[in-house]
């Protein structure tokens, strides 16, 4: 009875028993459901990709389609439209960026295109994206012109913030911007700017300003005059020259130099000619009163 009862017996066998708990571990689990196909599809691929007319064959066959996917029309770009931007910049746009069209948008580096347009010293920003219609828009925000700078060199355009935009071929290139000159004088552009609306009253006559070891400004005046500005407030101290002008008439007088270096000692200088004209006045009026 108890031979019967033993070959009965529903526990599993020891082996059987390791199986199952073997299968129960998720690591062996992982090996027989991913490792072990994987391992069989990698040992086929690379046995046929052993054979170099077959790899030659599979990589040109995937270049095809590659190549005919990106050339399909709606991802074909066939011309560049450039938007706020002068027709001499955008003349330099299309030079610099020399794209033959038509080409796969695939092909474009946006991001290349985008660095090589705002390098160009005219241009402030851009932006550069590929729209509907295989068209390469460029948005260009140009630099304004804002003063000319005199340098050794030539005449250099000036935007608000000293940023040069380009040369100037002359003065009357730009006749209606300010020229200002001297050594760091692009380092002041918003101070030369400010300067030059105080001497909005001084009209014509104002022929520039020239910037002073790099401290300070001169304002040029036709007639050979000059106004030397000091350090600190010379907008301030213009002001108060160009004041004084319209109550004495102080700058229609024959002037070479109004000294404002001092703010409590203002001085003038007279021209040659005039300081012998004050002698002789002075000479005459003294023989005069020795009579």
Do not use: C
């Amino acid at each position: 009875m108890q031979q019967v009862n033993a070959r009965l017996d529903p526990a599993p066998s020891r082996w059987s028993y390791r199986m199952q708990r073997l299968m129960l571990t998720p690591l062996y689990r992982n090996l027989l459901r991913i490792g072990l196909p994987f391992a069989i599809s990698f040992g086929v691929v690379t046995g046929y990709m052993s054979d170099d007319a077959r790899r030659e064959t599979v990589i040109s066959t995937v270049a095809d389609l590659r190549e005919q996917f990106q050339t399909r029309p709606e991802f074909m770009v066939n011309l560049m439209a450039i938007d706020g931007a002068s027709s001499s910049v955008a003349e330099d746009i299309r030079e610099i960026v020399q794209l033959d069209f038509p080409l796969s948008s695939f092909d474009l580096d946006l991001a290349a295109i985008l660095t090589t347009v705002r390098d160009l010293p005219a241009v402030a920003d851009a932006e550069v994206r590929v729209r509907s219609g295989g068209v390469l828009q460029v948005e260009v925000t140009e630099r304004v012109p804002a003063v000319l700078w005199r340098t050794t060199a030539g005449l250099e355009v000036l935007d608000a913030d000293g940023k040069i935009t380009g040369p100037a071929t002359s003065r009357e290139e730009f006749a209606t911007l300010p020229l200002i000159a001297g050594m760091g004088a692009e380092l002041y552009v918003t101070e030369a700017l400010d300067l030059v609306r105080a001497a909005g009253p001084l009209g014509a006559r104002m022929r520039g300003l020239v910037r002073i070891g790099e401290r300070r400004w001169d304002v040029v005046l036709d007639r050979d005059q000059r106004i030397l500005l000091p350090e600190e407030a010379p907008v301030q101290a213009l002001e108060r020259v160009i004041a004084l002008g319209q109550v004495h008439e102080m700058l229609e007088r024959d002037l070479s130099v109004v000294d404002m270096r001092l703010a409590a000692r203002p001085t003038i200088r007279m021209n040659p000619a005039a300081v012998e004209q004050w002698q002789e006045l002075q000479k005459t009026n003294a023989g005069i009163a020795g009579r």
